[in-house]
């Protein structure tokens, strides 16, 4: 059997930090990251054969517990008839339908392999079909690793204390106006100042990589109408949110219809599978109908595409949305519970199977709240549970993930160690 420390030491020889993706390597909490050898329903492995009860849910992908085993079937199959073609295929045409029949606001949709290619490919969809430059997105929220996106960002970015990464022009930042989430007076200022020029406006219509940070009321509908009246297309960000934080995502939540909307994680069923798409007369602005480019080798992957269509068929039950919700409101309501009774400042919030975990006296709304929780007290929780066998991320500011797989005994038992956790923290 492997273990942790070795393949972290062995890993960081030839890939950097040790990982393939920043926030895994527990950069800013301290200590080795866990390596997974395996995962199942809400557990995963690690190396050391350490059972963990999982609330990563690989960032948001496992949302019907780690290989379920229809999924797995499903990519098995798929598999047989070969990996890739770069050729189109029926189970592209019968994904791109559903989607469009469950979030009727995408007419039109384009598959790609990742969040990241969604929201680089709607920015620039954006800006080719209204001829303009600058974009508006909010502090804190995270759209994936394209240069102009990261500009004052969510996730990786805040974890590690560098909002903003090196390597991008600043004539690429002079085009991104970045504003206060839940500060409408400000969008409307910058349309003012702005508004002849202004592509786009991206938001995370429940920002999940500053933490769990739900908009105010008013906030989506203040854009939906600014971004009317000025003509600028309006891109929900629903890469985290879309089939997690309810059957459709936000725009079924809060009834404000986007122009334009990013899908990705759940989408793939663990399998790299993204999608960007809107209003048929922007969507049909692309490449081959249109002049605005945008390409994938594997765009549309067969074996990943089979993985997104079983999974999305197996949530079309409007049940398991309200079990899921209802669970992680437990899980949510329980955890404030066990933190009063040791005197730590900490709450919570939750919505669909997205949790908030905030070592606050009140839950944030702001970039700027959430900034302010007391991280010294979050690594020290988190460094607890990990040792009762609880993952959470390893970052005070990512929203965590339930997945039906998290029965009642699951939640008792994280219930049962936070109880425990929460008495060796040091307020
Ligand atoms: N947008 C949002 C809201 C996200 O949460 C993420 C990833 N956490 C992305 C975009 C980027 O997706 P990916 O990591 O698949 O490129």
Redesign the pocket.
């Known amino acids: 059997m492997s273990n942790n420390q070795e393949l972290f030491a062995r890993a960081s020889q030839h890939i950097p930090g040790g990982v393939n993706s920043p926030v895994r390597a527990f950069g800013s909490v301290g200590g080795t990251p866990r390596f997974i050898a395996r995962a199942q329903g809400a557990y995963v492995w690690d190396a050391e054969g350490k059972q963990y009860i999982d609330y990563v849910g690989s960032?948001?992908p496992a949302i019907l517990g780690h290989a379920h085993p229809e999924v797995v079937k499903a990519v098995q199959d798929a598999a047989v008839n070969g990996l890739s073609f770069g050729a189109p295929t029926e189970g592209e045409i019968e994904l791109a339908e559903l989607i469009s029949q469950r979030l009727p606001s995408m007419e039109k949709v384009r598959l790609v392999s990742?969040?990241?290619?969604a929201?680089m490919s709607a920015i620039r969809l954006a800006r080719g079909y209204t001829g303009r430059n600058k974009i508006i997105k909010f502090e804190g929220c995270?759209?994936?690793?394209a240069d102009s996106l990261l500009v004052k960002a969510g996730?990786g970015l805040l974890t590690f204390g560098n909002p903003t990464s090196a390597g991008v022009p600043e004539d690429f930042i002079r085009h991104t106006l970045v504003l206060d989430f839940n500060n409408l007076d400000a969008v409307k200022a910058a349309f003012a100042e702005h508004g002849d020029d202004i592509a786009c406006v991206i938001v995370?219509p429940i920002a999940?990589?500053m933490n769990l940070i739900k908009p105010v009321s008013g906030f989506l509908e203040g854009l939906r109408e600014v971004c009317t009246a000025h003509d600028a297309v309006l891109i929900f960000?629903e890469?985290?949110t879309g089939f997690r934080a309810g059957p459709q995502g936000v725009q079924g939540l809060s009834g404000i219809t986007p122009d334009l909307t990013?899908l990705?994680?759940v989408i793939g069923g663990g399998m790299p599978v993204?999608a960007f798409g809107g209003r048929a007369d922007i969507m049909d602005c692309i490449a081959p109908l249109g002049n605005v480019y945008q390409a994938g080798t594997l765009s549309g992957n067969p074996v990943a595409v089979a993985a997104g269509l079983v999974t999305l068929k197996l949530l079309d039950n409007d049940a398991f949305y309200t079990q899921l919700a209802q669970q992680t409101k437990k899980l949510a309501d329980g955890l404030q519970e066990v933190a009063r009774h040791h005197a730590i400042p900490f709450c919570t919030d939750s919505v669909g199977g997205m949790l908030g975990l905030y070592f606050s006296a009140s839950v944030p709304t702001t970039y700027t709240e959430v900034a302010a929780s007391r991280i010294d007290l979050f690594k020290q929780f988190f460094h607890a549970m990990l040792d009762e066998g609880v993952y959470w991320a390893p970052s005070a500011f990512e929203a965590s993930f339930t997945s039906g797989a998290h029965t009642d005994d699951i939640i008792q038992a994280t219930l049962e160690a936070a109880d425990r956790a929460f008495k060796k923290v040091k307020n």
Do not use: I, L, Q, R
């Not at 990742?114 to 290619?117: F, K």
């Not at 995270?142 to 690793?145: A, F």
């Open positions: 960032w948001g990742s969040g990241t290619e929201t995270y759209h994936g690793h996730s995370e999940g990589n960000d890469v985290m990013t990705a994680k993204g």
